[in-house]
């Protein structure tokens, strides 16, 4: 990410899948759209207390409006730029994104990605969750039902 880009979107409680032959549970994080990037961080720095009051405020948004194409208070391209030091989270750049869509599932809404790293093709799907269970691992139990078009459009766009 460069210095001088702009989130444009920025989602909490995102679940992302990779989608292998074997591939078993998934992550929870953030999800980006910048002027030139796709990112999903799940390693933050942010406070947990920061994070529990913004998931709370984007369920509550999302309830009334599924747009998403929304920002949080509390934290901005400093706090991104920061979180993209550690090499775990995922940094996609808008040209190494092969195909990008959106499906509507009976239990919530899915943003499918086709992308390329290091001259291999990868699959993800992420999709925003509401409730999760905690024990014996983290998990989501009910998802959100959303609008990935206008997210999706800023992609295209680029």
């Known amino acids: 990410m460069k210095k001088d880009e702009k989130i444009n979107a920025h989602l909490l409680s995102v679940w992302m899948e990779t989608k292998r032959i074997v591939s078993i549970g998934g992550k929870e994080g ?22 529990q009051y913004a998931v709370t ?9 599924k747009q998403t194409l929304i920002r949080h208070d509390g934290y901005n391209e400093n706090n991104l730029l920061e979180d993209l030091q550690d090499k ?16 509507q599932k ?3 809404s899915v943003l499918n990605l086709s992308y390329m790293v290091k001259n291999k093709q990868k699959k993800c ?34």
Do not use: C, S
């Open 30 to 51: 953030m999800l980006f759209l910048t002027d030139e990037h796709l990112i999903f961080v799940y390693k933050t720095k942010a406070k947990m207390k920061w994070w």
């Open 57 to 65: 405020r984007q369920i509550t948004k999302m309830i009334k409006n």
């Open 88 to 103: 775990r989270n995922l940094e996609i750049h808008f040209k190494n994104i092969l195909d990008v869509n959106h499906e």
């Open 106 to 108: 009976k239990w919530g």
């Open 125 to 158: 799907r992420f999709t925003i969750v509401q409730d999760w269970v905690k024990y014996p691992l983290k998990a989501p139990t009910k998802y959100m039902n959303v609008d990935w078009e206008q997210f999706i459009q800023k992609i295209v766009k680029r």
